[in-house]
């Protein structure tokens, strides 16, 4: 290996290389040894396309699995001469199980990787039907399956191969459920195609626009959103401070005594809802122009939380000063709020 690295690659009469031999005849240490100068053996294929990963997964050896998935994390992307992933070969629960685990902690691609179909159109749904395992078919009907009603080249779905009538009653429900979510995205994703030909159409914004006319956008609506959030933090006249009301020692009446709480707006209620509404209305329409004029990758998700957030310290501070608290609550969460999370799903 070190003075020809090539031989690790080499195949003998049989259609086996040197670290598939080692995994044959139990030499862990050799395959150890064999990965640790070379990671890409891991996906090194034999006969039928397997490869180290879709061995360990027939054998179920999770300790072997943990090796290779942690020298060559990819390897879990690899198919057979028949589409299969490493998932379709576990003849173990707990192997499914360690799999499943880490394809949620350590890949994006995790839906691309269970929806694979082999050669035949079966999901790893329908090979856990085939083999009856109830266990890993909750397992995967409650944390990852979104294609629950895939059909393969039989036109079976996994429904109709299990046997069990408690496992065909709960897919048949996660099916349900699955269908409802599929309406509820389309419908999201409906809006938000109608929205955004609708704003370039009459605006020319976005598709239209250079960096420099988008970076005065976000200028703009930058400047609005500072200036609207400090406006709430200090309203016009300022807020009631402590003993403010009765400095001078006036006995005043009880019939014309109000209650007062300190850190609230000097305003009068009705006062008071008309200029936040107005400053709101602008606050919301800067921090939706921003959004949506951010690029589309993972910085720009990022800031989608922090603007979401501001959001939601901006309605904490109207609630705290409000004169009526308990009335602003209720506008507070009945329609400013609902309008900004809508916006942040739809831009």
Known sequence: MILKP????????????PVHLALEQGHTRMIYHFIEMDKELVRAKMRGGLTLLHLASQSGDINLLSMFLKACPDSVKDLTARNETALHLYERF???????RWLKTNIVELQTVLKQEDVEDNTILHIAATKNDTKAMKLLIREMMTNLDAANLLGQRAFDIIENQEIKKYLAEAEVRVRRGRKVSSLIRSIHEWIIQWIIRYTGMKEKMSNETRNAYMIAATLVATATYQTILSPPGGLHQIDAANTNNTIIPDSQVSIVYEGTSVLSPSDFMFFSTVNTCAFLTSTIAITYMMPKHVGGFLLYGSIHLLTMSYFLSLMIISPKPGNFSNLVFLVFIPIQTLASILF
């Open 6 to 17: 090539s031989f690790s690659w080499k195949f003998n009469l049989q259609g086996l290389r």
């Open 94 to 100: 707990e192997v499914l199980e360690f799999l499943l």
